[in-house]
Each structure stands twice: as C-alpha cells, then as structure tokens.
DNA sequence: GGGACGGTTCGGCGGGCGCCGAAACGTCGC
DNA sequence: GCGACGTTTCGGCGCCCGCCGAACCGTCCC
C-alpha cells in the first residue's frame, strides 16, 4: 500500500470520523457508527470494509453485531499526529466539523446527529472531566495525572520524554510492569505526550500511560459511565490519587 | 482544518510522489517535480498550490522558478509516519511504485519517468552510500553514524531514544548547539529514530540528527553531489568521523 | 526587441467514489 | 416459525477531482 493509498483511507470525512470515535479505543458497531457520521448503514458498511482492508480497523463479529476497533496503538497516534496537525480541528466539543453543504441531507445542524445514552450536555461535561482517549487517560484527570508524574519526578521531559529511575521504582512499587519491549525503537515508546482536545495541554500518552490506564480501571480507580468514553473516578481512585501522586479530591 | 482534509491532500499519488520526492529536504522547483511525478505542468501547479494552502509546503519565488520545499521538519515527520505505516511501501529504489493503469500515459514503465543529472543507476548507488533524508543524514553513512553515537553512549535507547550526558558534552566539545527549546513538548524532540529505506534499519533524526548533519555541511565533512539528495564524504570528513566518533572510513 | 522557457489559468473531459434505497441474509428472541 | 433487527450487497446517481492542451504571463538571455 503506498502512501497516497493509506492517506485516502482517512480522506473521506465519513470515514475520518469513524477513525475520531474509535480514538475512545472502545469497540464500537457498525450501527453506531453509521448513526454518529449521520450515514445509511450500508455506507458505513462499506467504509468499515475499506478501512478494515486497510489494516487501521480491527473486526470482531459476534452474533447478528459487528464489533469494529482501531486496529492498535500505532493507529491511534497516527490519528493523533495527523489530528494534531490541523491548526482549528474542528469545534470545541470535538466534533470533527464537517464541510458545509456537501450532500444534501448530510448537514449535521438541525437536532444531534446521533444521541446516545447520556444527554448530549451531560456527557460532554462528563467527557470534559474524565475520559479515555484511545487506551489511556484524557481530560481534566488526565492532564492532572500527567502534571503530578512529572512534579513527582516519575517522568521527565528533559530530552524529550521519558521514564526515570524513580517512575520504575514507583511502578514496581504498584505491581504494574510494562510490556517487555516497550521503548525500544520500532516499538511504542514509554512515555509520549498526547494533546488534550478540551485541556488544550498534554496528557500522558505511551506504554506508562495505557498502563496507568489499565490498572486505574482494573482496580476500580476509574470506571466507565454510559457507553462512551467518560469515566468516573471512584472513592477508591481519589484515595489512590491522593496517596500515590499527591493529587487533590480532583477538580470537579 | 479537518483531519478529513490533511489526509485529502496527500490521498492523491501525484501529491504523495510530491511529498515524497521533498522528502529529501531540498527545495524543488514546479517542473523538475512534474517531470519526477510525471504529469503536465499545469497538473503540478495546481497540486503544488494545494499543498501550500494546506500548509504542508513552503514556497519561494525566484525570478521565473518556484521554489518549493517542506514546510518544516513536523511535516517531514508527518510523511515518514505515514510511509513507516504501509507495509510494502513501494519498490525497492524508493519509487513510490504506482498504482497501474490509473490513467492513459501515465504508466512509469518505459524509460525512466524523470532522467535527473546523474544516470539513474549511478544515483541510485551514490544515495544508498550517502544521502539526505529531510534534515538529517541517511542511506549507509546515516545507520553507521547512528549505531557509532550509540555504541560510544552519546545517545542512548533505554526509555525511548535521548541524548545523555555524555553526548551533551561531546556536541559542547564540537562547538555545536541544540536549538534551544528542542525536546520541550510541542517542540522537536532532540532524537528521533528514522526508518531507512535503503537500509531497513534506523538511523538518526531530530534536532540532534539535524544538527549534526547540519554542522557535517557546514565543515564541508560531507558535500551535496549531483543535484538530488546524494552526499559524498569528504577527506575532512573522513578523518573527523574517524576521530569523532571512531568510524572507520566508510563502507563503499 | 525578440525568442525561449518556466509557470499559471481556464475549459473540458472522464473516471472514481461516496451516497442512498431496495432487497437479501443471518441472528436473535418470542 | 416468525418477526424484528443489524448488516451486507447491488444498482444507480451525481459530484468531485485529477488530467490534459491551449492560451497567456513574466522572466531571462541573446
């Protein structure tokens, strides 16, 4: 596949949303898709198709659904890098912010596009607080953790980001361990910074923060409320916060 | 901008080529890219205005040429991503490799598409030993400065690639400098590994990767050949990789 | 000044592709 | 078994866009 190829996978504003709403790194169906692009569910059908050939999705069919996810890490930060290129991306909700006037019956104006199960203010404040971006953690909590790694001195940014003595141990401590490869080169990298569409700062990105990521929610830090991306944190995750990174209750 | 959009402009084979081709860090000018893409003229001008718009290229005009380039090594960043995400990415000379029959004349198959001033096999030896790639330096001369600055611990891998110490001090020792808000988040992170095409394996990149080529043009240790993005290492040269950082005279 | 040359603008053409609706298929639940 | 539902396949439509050639403009050089 040539360069040209894998970009025109993602040209399509259709598709690029689909791309967008998975960045939640939830597996969504293809239904749910078509109904938040705002398209007929044999388009969607075929962008999936596409996408999937194209190695960026992942597929998982189960019963009469067809479960469909970014195909990995590497795509999420590809979409991330690409993302964070385009200087105005879209409205402050994060609503890619289609062209105007490209198909008649495709403005997304008038009414939500797709409503799903929480009102449509309610989970954005939600989302604004707490939430997933792809596998680790975004918003008002993720920037939060982000800014007391590095004041613990668990992450440096000296050189470019990274993990030092001090976040291994810190790790250890915790029981959580990293993926054996991670940080090599060719591999994902330990630590990366990841743009914070409603922070408008950097978040923890990378190996260290999926796995914040994933142990938060193993240990019922965080959890997830409706079916989107939001999360809750729990008292158990405020206790963790405060004992582990000397992070406060957390602005509400 | 949309992610949607970005993506457009480099969905196109012609644009890509474009891209591609300014991968080596030089400024083209709007014919010889139409020859190298091969397509008319007037096809380049449009897509070169394009790309500009889009910001992904810079121009400068001179006298009755048009000077294009990168508009800056986050773009340069941008496309390696991209290509370092098709699996079989083009042949093995780094043509992009078409797609066949898209249209009438268009096809690269007899002759080559865009003679340049060195013959085509000559180049392609002279840019596998030494070459550009963007900013910073490639091909056989590229890996083994990479794996030298490794070996002798100026850079180091562990927790993803950056510059030690040691390597601080060696670039104070040479009378170089980093520009100064390099490796700060948002900023150019100091070392980048960079897949090489011709060698499959990494070589360096980043501002540290930059800097050095940059200096290495400067002291006249390696010189442009011929008017593409090969290098040749000169005897100044050969005699500070030698006592810079233990390189023996260079694999022909 | 005049010719050569690089680049641009404009019309026009053709193909690709994204869209939909209708029909069909498979699964699930009653 | 039957209807509901999620999904897919297929035809058909219309737009977008990449392509070219011709004409034009500005620069360079003799």
Redesign the interface.
């Known amino acids: ?13 259709t ?2 949303a689909f ?2 709403a998975l960045l939640d790194g939830r597996a969504w169906t293809a239904g749910e898709l078509a109904r938040h692009a705002g398209v007929a569910p044999s388009t969607a059908s075929e962008h999936l198709s596409r996408l999937i050939d194209g ?1 960026l999705l992942a597929e998982e069919r189960q019963g009469r659904h067809r479960y469909v996810r970014l195909a990995g890490p ?1 795509v999420a930060t ?2 991330e ?3 964070a ?6 409205t402050p909700d994060g609503t ?4 105007p006037g490209r198909t008649p019956g495709r403005t997304p104006a008038a009414g939500s596009p797709a409503p799903r199960s929480l009102r449509e203010s309610t989970r954005l404040s939600a989302e604004a607080r707490a939430r997933t971006c792809y596998d680790h953690l975004a918003g008002r909590l993720g920037v939060t953790v982000g800014d007391a790694v590095l004041a613990r001195g668990l992450v440096t ?7 030092t003595a001090l976040g291994r141990a810190w790790l250890t401590d915790l029981g959580a361990e990293l993926p054996p490869r991670a ?4 591999a994902r ?3 990366r ?1 990841c ?1 914070d569409w409603t922070e408008r700062r ?1 978040h923890l990105g990378g190996a260290f923060g999926a796995l914040l990521c994933r142990t938060a929610l193993d240990r019922n830090w965080v959890e997830r409320i409706g079916s989107g991306r939001a999360l809750r944190v729990t008292p158990d995750g405020e206790r963790a916060l405060r004992e582990l990174l000397g992070v406060e209750p957390l602005p509400a």
């Open positions: 596949m040539s360069l040209a190829r894998l970009a025109a996978l993602l040209a399509d504003p598709r690029a791309c967008t190695g590497e590809l979409i890098d690409l993302s290129f385009t200087p105005l991306s879209g890619p912010g289609r062209t940014e000296e050189d470019g980001p990274a993990l940080g090599r080169p060719g990298p330990v630590v910074t743009l950097n």
